[in-house]
């Protein structure tokens, strides 16, 4: 089963707009316990943390996007959303969706490329 799915992903412009969904294969019950974040890799590069939104919601931003990007989940349909203003083109990557069960139990999705490019 496919625990982690994203979406979203595409070519924009510098200084245009995404926004990423990640479904979560989880109750909504289930997923309200669930820390989620979402994370990038750009090619010869390690994977950086982009923004982490906890079951009780406290958001932690990579240095790099804080300002431009905001992160939020909707337990309702166990999904979180990663919104990404003024993009750049150091913003190009793929961006991975993480799920962090309270029994330590961590899932990744397959990730979803994101382009910035004029």
């Known amino acids: 089963q496919v625990q982690v799915v994203e979406s979203g992903g595409g070519e924009v412009q510098p200084g245009g707009s995404l926004r990423l969904s990640c479904s979560a294969s989880?109750?909504?019950?289930?997923?309200?316990?669930?820390?989620m974040g979402w994370y990038r890799q750009a090619p010869g590069k390690e994977r950086e943390l982009v923004a982490r939104?906890?079951?009780?919601?406290?958001?932690e931003y990579g240095d790099a996007v804080k300002g431009r990007f905001t992160v939020s989940r909707d337990n309702t349909k166990s999904t979180i959303y990663l919104q990404m203003n003024n993009l750049e083109p150091s913003d190009t990557a793929v961006y991975y969706c993480?799920?962090?069960?309270?029994?330590?139990?961590?899932?990744w999705g397959q990730g979803t490329q994101v382009t910035v490019t004029s």
């Open positions: 993480k799920k962090e069960r309270p029994s330590g139990q961590i899932f």
């Open positions: 989880e109750s909504a019950l289930y997923f309200s316990v669930v820390t």
């Open positions: 939104i906890t079951d009780g919601g406290l958001i």
